[in-house]
């Protein structure tokens, strides 16, 4: 079993920044990719970023392309994502989540485990 323990979020002015922390723990007997989805209000939960095992492809949602960032230390079992230049509609729940494979993933039906989310609200 996995568990995925995250940190970092909090409120912020538009155009700021934040960082997100995922720690991994558990019985882990498997390279996995990584990745971080968010959830507004009324919304549905949607990508942002993912991560391979060995860091090499990264994807991004469009909306925040160019103004986030995923990394991952498999040493210390931790990904991060890392969030510039906010914008308001940034404001949602964010979840971090593994998934038994090495290669990296947006569709959120193929990860087995998640964190316990962290809001993160950008005011304008």
């Known amino acids: 079993q996995v568990q995925l323990v995250q940190s970092g979020g909090g409120l912020v002015q538009a155009g700021g920044s934040l960082r997100l922390s995922c720690a991994a723990s558990?019985?882990?007997?498997?390279?996995?990719?990584m990745g971080w989805f968010r959830q507004a209000p009324g919304k549905e939960r949607e990508f942002v970023a993912a991560?391979?095992?060995?860091?090499?492809?990264?994807y991004y949602a469009d909306s925040v392309q160019g103004r986030f960032a995923i990394s991952r230390d498999n040493a210390k079992n931790t990904v991060y994502l890392q969030m510039n230049s906010l914008k308001p509609e940034d404001t949602a729940a964010y979840y971090c989540?593994?998934?038994?494979?090495?290669?990296?993933?947006?569709?959120?039906?193929?990860?087995?485990?998640w964190g316990q989310g962290t809001q993160v609200t950008v005011s304008s």
């Open positions: 989540a593994a998934r038994p494979y090495s290669d990296a993933s947006s569709n959120q039906n193929t990860y087995n485990y």
């Open positions: 558990g019985r882990i007997r498997f390279r996995y990719a």
């Open positions: 991560d391979s095992w060995s860091g090499d492809n990264t």
